[in-house]
T-cell receptor, first 114, second 115 residues
């Protein structure tokens, strides 16, 4: 089955700096890669996603890049703010014809310091 | 447009009791997924259901766990004879259309504590 690895597990940055989180996946059939933000005790919230027919997608301060050949994708947050502090999860959709369950990475605890 | 609803938000059970978790998908959504999140860990897929059908249960433990999504009413995740290792947050998500790349929206979760 699909396996998603995520790095780093923790990341501290100064307010205003950029943060980058990287994920790799194993199943070359995966074609959908969402990123979720989860604050403590809250639900995972989709912040951005990318499909395999594009290499990059941007939404204000957040961008995601995808390299299908290398099977990795990354989340980039620019001009970080304290409210960006949360756990971020990447995921991949290993479509096998039976549904689009998501396989998640282990998460990155991002802390934005003043 | 109400989001994904889950209840109860918190559930306490003693070992050996049954736990029933309910999920109402977003309006217009007919696909439901259940995920389990152990403390300080990621989300693990359990089961994917459409109305009256289990599509993929490859992540469900073989014993004590079952799920349904009836024609009317919410999806139910049922855990029989709970053990302490079942303590976790259980999230459901829903998506709108059949296919391979539907966006999944998560509910607020049910936090199960087994004493």
């Amino acid at each position: 089955g699909e396996n998603v690895e995520q790095h780093p597990s923790t990341l501290s940055v100064q307010e205003g700096d950029s943060a980058v989180i990287k994920c790799t996946y194993s199943d070359s059939a995966s074609n959908y890669f969402p990123w979720y933000k989860q604050e403590l005790g809250k639900r995972p919230q989709l912040i951005i996603d990318i499909r395999s027919n594009v290499g990059e997608k941007k939404d204000q301060r957040i961008a995601v890049t995808l390299n299908k050949t290398a099977k990795h994708f990354s989340l980039h947050i620019t001009e970080t703010q304290p409210e960006d502090s949360a756990v971020y999860f990447c995921a991949a959709n290993p479509f096998t014809g039976g549904g689009n369950k998501l396989t998640f990475g282990t998460g990155t605890q991002l802390k934005v310091e003043l | 447009n109400a989001g994904v609803m889950q209840n109860p938000r918190h559930l306490v059970r003693r070992r050996g009791q049954e736990a029933r978790l309910r999920c109402s998908p977003m309006k217009g959504h007919s696909h439901v997924y259940w995920y389990r999140q152990l403390p300080e860990e990621g989300l693990k897929f359990m089961v994917y259901l459409q109305k009256e059908n289990i599509i993929d249960e490859s992540g469900m433990p073989k014993e004590r766990f079952s799920a349904e999504f009836p024609k009317e009413g919410p999806s139910i995740l049922r855990i029989q004879q709970v053990v302490r290792g079942d303590s976790a947050a259980y999230f459901c998500a829903s998506s709108g259309t059949s296919g391979t790349t539907d966006t999944q929206y998560f509910g607020p979760g049910t936090r199960l504590t087994v004493l």
